[in-house]
């Protein structure tokens, strides 16, 4: 009888292959299913615009698989232009997926980007399910203007008051954490995002924003794709609009864990790598080198890239010994996109609840729960402001 808690390996898909090459191979050789509610299509993707594509996914299972345990989506992101909807496709999913909680964060736009917002464009919708929904801030905003300080090279008093006082206006509003920020963004197909982003990890404001954090104690979720020294551009990505070479940015962000050990940082989508060097070897010596350091795990099956945990189905041993060395470091956030027109495919958000599946009991509950509660103890939900 076929493991439901098995992955498809589609390891070999490599990320050269851009989306729609890829949509278009899986439509021509697999039969689309129905699956349901939360409705599981066999790997299909559909770009609805240039400007926001709508990413359709799926897993190649006649059914839904819940997580053996109750378990948080630290990472997800939802549309804006309407968010009431797409609350309700996250709500229908999480009670088929067996979430109790999933973190909504705002996406980390450049300040050239004429799409982006931020919290207040979803606050109203969050607000009306507490316990179930929680909201990260500043994608549209913070994020913003670090990249166009980095840009200008101006960090001076005036900038770093008016970033102060949006961090903590957003903190009054009730988010729980900063996020998603980046420091290194490429333009992808499969992304929303269209501008490559890059600001050094210890810029100024990336700094004061991790005092900011520190100060009201939540943490800062972001967006670095991994390189330890200038690199070329990784095979299969666009320049422009993406540089000709990568900037070493791994020394930056050590700069920044260790400005503040009380800022807590969560390096987002480990199992998602784009250059080849997030390995789970450079995860075990951050992690064992900076305790403020935290990671999410991220499964996409429709873009394994690099160094990713899966094969032929199962999790790779040196991630299994990666999360056992850390057990109290990882936490779980697909970064699915839910949003009306994507009430049918979730392929991320269930192919990490079965990498979550199997974990062994105790791993899982850390993982899935417990490391979350301590991440974020004390922070608001989205119904409350913030007292900090």
Same mark, same amino acid.
């Given at each position: 009888?076929?493991?439901?808690?098995?992955?498809?390996?589609?390891?070999?898909?490599?990320?050269?292959?851009?989306?729609?090459?890829?949509?278009?191979?899986?439509?021509?050789?697999?039969?689309?299913?129905?699956? +349901?509610?939360?409705?599981?299509?066999?790997?299909?993707?559909?770009?609805?615009?240039?400007?926001?594509?709508?990413?359709?996914?799926?897993?190649?299972?006649?059914?839904?698989?819940?997580?053996?345990?109750?378990?948080?989506?630290?990472?997800?992101?939802?549309?804006?232009?309407?968010?009431? +909807?797409?609350?309700?496709?996250?709500?229908?999913?999480?009670?088929?997926?067996?979430?109790?909680?999933?973190?909504?964060?705002?996406?980390?736009?450049?300040?050239?980007?004429?799409?982006?917002?931020?919290?207040?464009?979803?606050?109203?919708?969050? &607000?009306?399910?507490?316990?179930?929904?929680?909201?990260?801030?500043?994608?549209?905003?913070?994020?913003?203007?670090?990249?166009?300080?980095?840009?200008?090279?101006?960090?001076?008093?005036?900038?770093?008051?008016?970033?102060?006082?949006?961090?903590?206006?957003?903190?009054?509003?009730?988010?729980?954490?900063?996020?998603?920020?980046?420091?290194?963004?490429?333009?992808?197909?499969?992304?929303?995002?269209?501008?490559?982003?890059?600001?050094?990890?210890?810029?100024?404001?990336?700094?004061?924003?991790?005092?900011?954090?520190?100060?009201?104690?939540?943490?800062?979720?972001?967006?670095?794709?991994?390189?330890?020294?200038?690199?070329?551009?990784?095979?299969?990505?666009?320049?422009? %609009?993406?540089?000709?070479?990568?900037?070493?940015?791994?020394?930056?962000?050590?700069?920044?864990?260790?400005?503040?050990?009380?800022?807590?940082?969560?390096?987002?989508?480990?199992?998602?790598?784009?250059? +080849?060097?997030?390995? %789970?070897?450079?995860?075990?010596?951050?992690?064992?080198?900076?305790?403020?350091?935290?990671?999410?795990?991220?499964?996409?099956?429709?873009?394994?890239?690099?160094?990713?945990?899966?094969?032929?189905?199962?999790? &790779?041993?040196?991630?299994?010994?990666?999360?056992? &060395?850390?057990?109290?470091?990882?936490?779980? +956030?697909?970064?699915?996109?839910?949003?009306?027109?994507?009430?049918?495919?979730?392929?991320?958000?269930?192919?990490?609840?079965?990498?979550?599946?199997?974990?062994?009991?105790?791993?899982?509950?850390?993982?899935?729960?417990?490391?979350?509660?301590?991440?974020?103890?004390?922070?608001?939900?989205?119904?409350?402001?913030?007292?900090?």
């Amino acid at each position: 009888m076929e493991d439901p808690n098995i992955l498809p390996d589609v390891s070999h898909v490599s990320d050269k292959h851009c989306a729609k090459q890829f949509a278009e191979k899986t439509r021509r050789k697999l039969p689309a299913l129905c699956l +349901g509610t939360v409705g599981i299509a066999l790997l299909t993707q559909v770009l609805a615009s240039a400007a926001r594509p709508s990413m359709k996914q799926s897993m190649p299972s006649g059914r839904v698989v819940p997580a053996l345990s109750p378990y948080v989506d630290a990472h997800v992101h939802i549309d804006e232009h309407d968010p009431e +909807g797409s609350v309700n496709a996250a709500l229908q999913a999480m009670s088929e997926l067996n979430a109790a909680r999933v973190f909504v964060l705002t996406e980390p736009y450049s300040p050239d980007d004429r799409n982006r917002w931020d919290v207040e464009s979803i606050l109203p919708a969050l &607000k009306i399910y507490p316990n179930k929904l929680a909201v990260l801030g500043g994608g549209g905003t913070l994020n913003a203007m670090i990249q166009e300080s980095v840009r200008s090279g101006d960090a001076g008093a005036d900038i770093q008051t008016k970033f102060k006082e949006r961090a903590e206006e957003m903190v009054r509003e009730g988010v729980a954490g900063f996020g998603e920020m980046t420091t290194e963004h490429f333009s992808l197909a499969a992304s929303p995002l269209k501008d490559y982003e890059y600001a050094p990890a210890d810029s100024p404001l990336m700094l004061l924003l991790a005092d900011i954090a520190a100060q009201k104690n939540i943490p800062i979720d972001l967006h670095m794709e991994a390189a330890p020294h200038t690199i070329p551009l990784p095979h299969g990505l666009e320049s422009p %609009p993406n540089p000709s070479h990568i900037h070493g940015n791994i020394a930056a962000l050590e700069r920044l864990l260790d400005h503040n050990r009380r800022a807590k940082i969560i390096w987002a989508h480990a199992g998602s790598d784009n250059t +080849g060097y997030r390995t %789970p070897e450079l995860c075990d010596r951050l992690l064992r080198a900076h305790p403020n350091l935290y990671m999410e795990i991220k499964i996409d099956p429709m873009y394994p890239g690099r160094n990713y945990p899966m094969a032929d189905g199962k999790i &790779k041993p040196a991630w299994i010994k990666l999360l056992q &060395k850390h057990p109290d470091r990882f936490i779980i +956030g697909s970064d699915q996109h839910y949003g009306p027109e994507l009430t049918a495919t979730h392929s991320r958000a269930q192919a990490t609840v079965l990498f979550l599946n199997q974990l062994p009991t105790e791993l899982r509950t850390r993982i899935g729960m417990e490391n979350v509660e301590h991440i974020y103890g004390g922070a608001p939900s989205a119904e409350s402001g913030g007292q900090r």
